[in-house]
C-alpha cells in the first residue's frame, strides 16, 4: 500500500514537472511573438522609425532575398571560421591548462600574464593579428582562437586544481603516478567544468569572428552587418543580427547535447 501510494505521488509529481516545463516554453515562445508583434505594430503606427528599427515584416522579406541570393554561403563561412578558432582554442587551451596543472612553478610564473591577457580587450590587437597573419581566413579564426584560448585556460586550470584532493591523495597513497592520477581522477572529475568552458567560449569565439569579420573579410554575417550599414540598409543590418543570433542558440545546444551525451557516456 505504501508502495502504490508512493507511486501515486511520483505519478502526480511528474505530472506537475512536466506541466511546468510546458508552461515555461510556451510563456517563451509567447514572449517572443508578442515582442514581434508589438514591434511590427509600432512600426506601423509610426511609433518606431521603421527605417532604423526595422519591422518583422521586412525582415523576413530581407532574408527571403538574401536566401535566394548566398544566405548559406555567408552562414557557412562564419560557422567555418568559429568553429575552427573554437576548436583550436579549445584543444590549444587545454593542453596549456595540463602544463599549468603539472607545474606549479610554471603556473605561479604564468599567474599575472594570464591575468592581464585576460583582462587585455583582443579586438583592439586585430590590426597587429592581420599585419601578421595576413588579411584573409587566418586573421579571423586567430582572432577567435585568442578569445577563446585565456579563457580556456583559466577555467580548466581553475578546475584541475580543485579536483578533490581526498581522490588524489588516496591515489597516490596506492602508488599512482601523476600521470595516472590525471587520466583516472583529475580530468574525468572536470568533464562538467570543460563543459561549461565549452558553452561559454563558443559564445566567444563567435564574437571573435564577427569582429575579425568587421575588420577584414569578403563573406560572412559579420560582412553582411558592416556591409548593410555602409550603403544604410538597415533591414539588411537587422535581419544578419536576428540570424546571427540564431546560429549562436543552435552552436550552444549543440554543445548542451554533446554534454548530455559525454555525461551519460562517462556515467556522472
Known amino acids: 500500500m505504501d508502495n502504490q501510494q508512493l507511486s501515486k505521488e511520483r505519478v502526480t509529481y511528474l505530472k506537475k514537472e512536466k506541466h511546468r516545463k510546458q508552461m515555461i516554453h510556451i510563456w517563451q515562445i509567447g514572449i517572443l511573438f508578442g ?10 503606427l509610426g511609433w518606431i522609425d521603421s527605417f ?10 530581407t532574408c527571403v532575398n538574401m536566401a535566394q541570393n548566398g544566405l548559406l554561403v555567408h552562414i557557412g563561412v562564419t560557422v567555418y571560421e568559429t568553429l575552427a578558432g573554437f576548436i583550436l582554442g579549445v584543444i ?12 606549479s612553478f610554471i603556473s605561479k610564473v604564468s599567474e599575472p600574464y594570464l591575468v592581464v591577457l585576460n583582462s587585455l580587450p583582443k579586438i583592439a590587437l586585430g590590426p597587429v593579428i592581420i599585419i601578421i597573419v595576413g588579411a584573409g581566413t587566418e586573421a579571423i579564426i586567430f582572432m577567435a582562437l585568442a ?32 600521470f595516472q592520477i590525471f587520466k583516472k581522477i583529475v580530468f574525468p572529475y572536470n568533464i562538467s567544468t570543460l563543459f561549461n568552458s565549452l558553452k561559454i567560449n563558443i559564445g566567444l569565439s563567435l564574437v571573435g569572428v564577427i569582429a575579425g569579420e ?17 550603403v544604410f540598409q538597415l533591414d539588411l543590418v537587422m535581419a544578419s543580427v536576428i540570424i546571427l543570433a540564431i546560429v549562436a542558440a543552435l552552436m550552444y545546444e549543440t554543445v548542451v547535447l554533446l554534454q548530455r551525451f559525454v555525461m551519460k557516456w562517462y556515467g556522472h
Not at 35 to 44: K, R, S, V
Not at 52 to 61: E, F, G, H, K, T
Not at 92 to 103: H, Q, V, Y
Request: aromatic content about 14%.
Open 92 to 103: 590549444t587551451g587545454t593542453a596549456l591548462a595540463i602544463i599549468l596543472w603539472w607545474s
Open 52 to 61: 532604423i528599427l526595422s519591422q518583422p515584416s521586412r525582415i523576413w522579406n
Open 147 to 178: 578569445i577563446s584560448l585565456i579563457v580556456t585556460v583559466l577555467e580548466m586550470l581553475n578546475g584541475f586544481q580543485h579536483t578533490d584532493q581526498e581522490y588524489i591523495k588516496m591515489a597516490t597513497t596506492f602508488g599512482a603516478t601523476k
Open 214 to 230: 568587421f575588420l577584414v573579410s569578403k563573406a560572412g554575417l559579420g560582412y553582411l552587418i558592416v556591409y548593410g550599414g555602409q
Open 35 to 44: 515582442f514581434m508583434a508589438i514591434w511590427e505594430i509600432a512600426a506601423d
